[in-house]
């Protein structure tokens, strides 16, 4: 017997021992959590995305329903490392609005897998197909403000992970879970990398369906057309924080206009970007009123330039902020009519009620004016008339 194998064989001799003095009959959760072998049952797939299949099981253990992700049967085992990177990315970014994972091991025929929490709801997708269909229960459950809401929690997400040397680089609204009661979740972290290290050794773009047509195209190109950066078009571009601020940017366009930022086939989309050619919401979408500053905070987050764009995810969200609480935003630049305007909108009840105020002082003043005037005009007819009777 080798010296492993002996020390296997004690440990379990001293596990044995000390569970001798346990009475099993009065722990009937610790009996049944000891004789659990099948920890995940009842498996029901969900979807699949390339390589990658999520089916929803149920946890033995923890007596929950999860998700668990693994690999197609016949994956080659290339794609083994590159699928529990991504685990083991998601996992290190602890935050309320980024999915969280459970489990990373091994299941059936050595297949890596990882579970997570079963997202329930839809995504922002969803959300906004079905508003651009006109469907009234979503048009009045998720107005304007409501995805600006969505999307601020999507940018605490982003900028928590920027804090940690994290980019996404596939952010879009299919990747951004929203739940019946306010849950936000940025899902699908498969192309995500940490700044400063190579991770295109292995080629984790096979793990988002919407790529697969068009890697036969653009084998170079890691992303969603319609929400990639310039430079994640251009091969050998850099990418870095600003990647995922210009993503950022195209859901906010598509949130002000239900209509992603390009339109057409794929080809035309990546030659639109490529080249720069967006047009504001504003023009894009004349009839969904699309607030001026809005458009100018989307442009900027989308400008061709990366140094165009904002500094930071923290920046962005700032603007958003601004102008949900009635503040002008840099981007629009706006004047001091806007200002005084904003201020009025802010103020709106204060100002309505010193203008009152200000018109009874004036209204007081007014009459006061009026009647020492006339006292004076009567003091002086009396004046007169004396002197007149005097005469």
Aim: aromatic letters at 8%; hydrophobic letters at 40%; proline letters at 3%.
């Amino acid at each position: 017997m080798s010296t492993s194998n002996r020390r296997v064989k004690d440990l379990l001799n001293l596990y044995d021992v000390a569970m001798g003095d346990i009475d099993l009959d009065s722990a009937p959760l610790f009996t049944s959590l000891k004789s659990i072998d099948d920890r995940y049952r009842e498996s029901d797939f969900l979807i699949a995305g390339g390589m990658k299949r999520i089916y929803r099981v149920f946890d033995a253990v923890s007596e929950r329903y999860v998700a668990l992700a693994k690999l197609h049967e016949n994956a080659p085992s290339e794609y083994y490392d590159s699928f529990i990177r991504e685990a083991r990315l998601t996992a290190k970014l602890e935050h309320p609005n980024i999915m969280t994972i459970h489990d990373i091991g091994v299941i059936d025929n050595e297949m890596p897998y990882f579970t997570m929490e079963l997202k329930t709801g839809g995504t922002l997708d969803d959300i906004l197909q079905k508003r651009k269909n006109g469907d009234e229960s979503y048009l009045e459950k998720y107005p304007r403000e409501q995805l600006l809401e969505v999307f601020l929690k999507v940018c605490d997400a982003i900028s928590f992970a920027h804090s940690k040397g994290v980019i996404h680089l596939d952010l879009k609204p299919a990747n951004i879970q929203v739940g019946d009661f306010g849950e936000v979740l940025v899902c699908d972290w498969g192309l995500g990398k940490v700044i400063g290290v190579d991770n295109d050794t292995l080629d984790s773009v096979v793990f988002n369906s919407d790529m697969l047509n068009d890697m036969t195209l653009h084998g170079h190109i890691k992303g969603t057309p319609g929400y990639m950066a310039p430079e994640q078009i251009k091969e050998g571009g850099v990418k870095n924080k600003q990647t995922d601020i210009y993503a950022l940017g195209c859901i906010l366009y598509t949130i002000l206009t239900d209509e992603c930022p390009v339109s057409g086939k794929t080809a035309e989309k990546l030659d639109m970007v490529s080249k720069g050619q967006i047009q504001a919401p504003q023009q894009r979408a004349p009839a969904k009123d699309v607030p001026l500053a809005l458009s100018a905070v989307t442009m900027k987050a989308m400008s061709f330039n990366s140094e165009e764009r904002y500094g930071s995810v923290e920046g962005l969200g700032r603007e958003v902020h601004k102008y949900m609480a009635g503040f002008a935003t840099q981007a629009e630049d706006a004047g001091i009519g806007k200002q005084i305007s904003l201020f009025w909108q802010r103020n709106k009840q204060v100002c309505s009620i010193l203008l009152l105020s200000l018109a009874l002082i004036v209204g007081v003043i007014s009459f006061s004016v009026l009647q020492l005037k006339a006292s004076r005009d009567a003091a002086l007819e009396a004046q007169l008339e004396a002197e007149k009777n005097l005469d």
